[in-house]
């Protein structure tokens, strides 16, 4: 079955430091996307950045990069230069292609606290 | 606007009643999703369609849960016989329809049973 696990509840940077939020996944599945959301207070959540199992590279958007350790199964989540807008929670989620396609299997998350 | 919308964005009921919960996806979006997220947990799924037709709805809790599309658009989702335990945020999402495309989240409907 597929499974997401977000080890880190809370988490505190300080401002222009950069954070790595931890996501391991269990799947059977060897074709999956890997995908970070962030959740801020306002309850939205918005897409960050997307990982295909296939990729040969890291996936990178501004600030947000994903460390995607395949044989590890590990896609850890790497923001550079906090600001204090970057406080949230934040998601990793996993979608697979074969029966389970189409719905995502999301992590409890991790809350970000950016400190000034 | 361009986003997936949902309305209402707060609806309180009383145990017992009937509600429904309306999504309207991005434009051209053929896939549509529904979530239910409680406080402290990430989003989870409850079901899926993929134009008119529900794809995948094996996460519905049970068949107090209905959810619909009839035009491969807007999607409304239906509980009969409200209980305290169905309070939370419904998301609905929306993708161009591939197994892999990247969600888009509306805003949410808050959901409390009194």
């Known amino acids: 079955a597929q499974k997401i696990t977000q080890t880190q509840p809370g988490m505190f940077v300080q401002e222009k430091e950069a954070v790595t939020l931890d996501c391991t996944y269990d799947t059977s599945d060897p074709s999956y996307g890997l995908f970070w959301y962030k959740q801020p207070s306002s309850g939205e959540m918005i897409f960050l950045i997307y990982q295909g199992s296939y990729d040969q590279q890291n996936a990178t958007e501004g600030r947000y990069s994903l460390n995607f350790q395949k044989a590890r199964k590990s896609a850890n989540l790497v923001i550079s230069a906090s600001q204090l807008g970057d406080s949230a929670m934040y998601f990793c989620?996993?979608?697979?292609?074969?029966?389970?396609?189409?719905?995502?299997?999301f992590g409890d998350g991790t809350t970000l606290t950016v400190k000034p | 606007g361009a986003g997936v919308s949902q309305t209402p964005s707060n609806k309180v009921t009383e145990k017992g009643k009937y509600v429904e919960l309306r999504c309207d996806p991005i434009s051209g979006h053929t896939a549509l999703y529904w979530y239910r997220q409680s406080l402290g947990q990430g989003p989870e799924f409850l079901i899926y369609f993929q134009g008119t037709g529900a794809a995948d709805d094996s996460g519905l809790p049970n068949d107090r849960f209905f959810a619909v599309r009839p035009e491969g658009s807007v999607s409304t989702l239906k509980i009969q016989r409200t209980e305290r335990g169905d309070s939370a945020v419904y998301l609905c999402a929306s993708s161009r329809g591939g197994d892999t495309d990247t969600q888009y989240f509306g805003p949410g409907t808050r959901l409390t049973v009194l």
């Open positions: 989620a996993m979608r697979e292609r074969g029966t389970n396609a189409g719905k995502s299997t």
